[in-house]
Antibody, heavy 122, light 107 residues
Framework: EVQLLESGGGLVQPGGSLRLSCAAS????????MGWARQSPGKGLEWVSI????????YYADSVKGRFTVSRDNSKNTLYVQMNGLRAEDTAVYYC???????????????WGQGTLVTVSS | DIVLTQSPATLSLSPGERATLSCRAS??????LAWYQQKPGQAPRLLIY???NRATGIPARFSGSGSGTDFTLTISSLEPEDFVVYYC?????????FGQGTKVEIK
């Protein structure tokens, strides 16, 4: 059974940093694109970033480009996102998700983890 | 960015009735459209991908249709657990985008 477990969320001040992790199990992690999406009451659902199976290709939403960095450690079956320069509008539940198809970078994502809440506030 | 507009925002129906949800894209996404279901306190779950393919484990009462800019999710006979929120999402172009959601509520 595929399991995705996010961690690292919490309360951070504006301008601060946070690193989220997503521990994956139940599949060959290195064969699948992975992604981060977020959901906030004000902005709904938004894809934040995706990273190819090898880690060689990354994509970012314009709203986070230059502030967030996605990475993966295929030896540890773990996905990360380093979030710097956090703003109030980054407040959201952050989900990691697994690509549906083997190898393809542009993909549907299924399943998703349970999410971790990031709150940016002073 | 491609804007997805879902309608209606809220759909009030009774168990056993047929639900028809719409998603319109601001430009063609070919068949690169998916539908997700989200229950309260849970992550979204993939229902339909590539406009009309049911994801693994999804009941046959869920079906999708459409291509280009106009898409439909149909629930043939609503079960009690179907009264939740549904989102469409496109991957025709990055950034992938979601619609704002349709809430299916009990009438």
């Amino acid at each position: 059974e595929v399991q995705l477990l996010e961690s690292g969320g919490g309360l951070v001040q504006p301008g601060g940093s946070l690193r989220l992790s997503c521990a994956a199990s139940g599949f060959t992690f290195s064969n699948y694109v992975m992604g981060w999406a977020r959901q906030s009451p004000g902005k709904g659902l938004e894809w934040v970033s995706i990273i190819s199976a090898s880690g060689g290709s990354t994509y970012y939403a314009d709203s986070v480009k230059g502030r967030f960095t996605v990475s993966r450690d295929n030896s540890k079956n773990t996905l990360y996102v380093q979030m710097n320069g956090l703003r109030a509008e980054d407040t959201a539940v952050y989900y990691c998700a697994k690509g549906r198809l083997f190898g393809a970078t542009h993909n549907w994502f299924d399943p998703w983890g349970q999410g971790t809440l990031v709150t940016v506030s002073s | 960015d491609i804007v997805l507009t879902q309608s209606p925002a809220t759909l009030s129906l009774s168990p056993g009735e047929r639900a028809t949800l719409s998603c319109r894209a601001s430009q063609s996404v070919a068949s690169y459209l998916a539908w997700y279901q989200q229950k309260p306190g849970q992550a979204p779950r993939l229902l339909i991908y590539d406009a009309s393919n049911r994801a693994t484990g999804i009941p046959a009462r869920f079906s999708g249709s459409g291509s280009g800019t106009d898409f439909t999710l149909t629930i043939s006979s609503l079960e009690p657990e179907d009264f939740v929120v549904y989102y469409c999402q496109q991957r025709g172009n990055w950034p992938y985008t979601f619609g704002q959601g349709t809430k299916v509520e009990i009438k």
